[in-house]
């Protein structure tokens, strides 16, 4: 796992919203075959910050909500799956 602030050029240049948690990038876990580059969850922790305006507990719960999140993608799970476990 990766702790930046926030999203980097590269990332926005690719898609990603400047306000984004986090991300999962790379293959699933079940996924065979030679791969070039590890799996890897990136938390965006200022970000995480401003969507919990600032509460240090909410924080807390949010970083763990968002890394079980990602955690889900690396085992396959869509973002369906994810709500239905109250991961949104």
């Given at each position: ?7 980097n050029a ?5 898609g990603?919203?400047a306000?984004t948690?986090?991300?999962?990038t790379?293959?699933e ?6 791969i070039?580059?590890p ?6 922790l ?6 919990v305006?600032?509460d ?5 719960e949010?970083?763990r909500?968002t ?9 396959g ?12």
């Amino acid at each position: 796992m990766t702790l930046e602030r926030i999203p980097n050029a590269e990332l926005l240049e690719e898609g990603i919203e400047a306000d984004t948690l986090g991300i999962f990038t790379g293959a699933e876990f079940a996924e065979k075959g030679h791969i070039p580059m590890p799996s890897q969850i990136i938390l965006f922790l200022e970000n995480l910050w401003d969507y919990v305006e600032s509460d240090e507990n909410a924080f807390r719960e949010e970083v763990r909500t968002t890394f079980l999140h990602e955690l889900g993608h690396y085992f396959g799970l869509e973002e369906e799956d994810l709500c239905e476990r109250g991961l949104e």
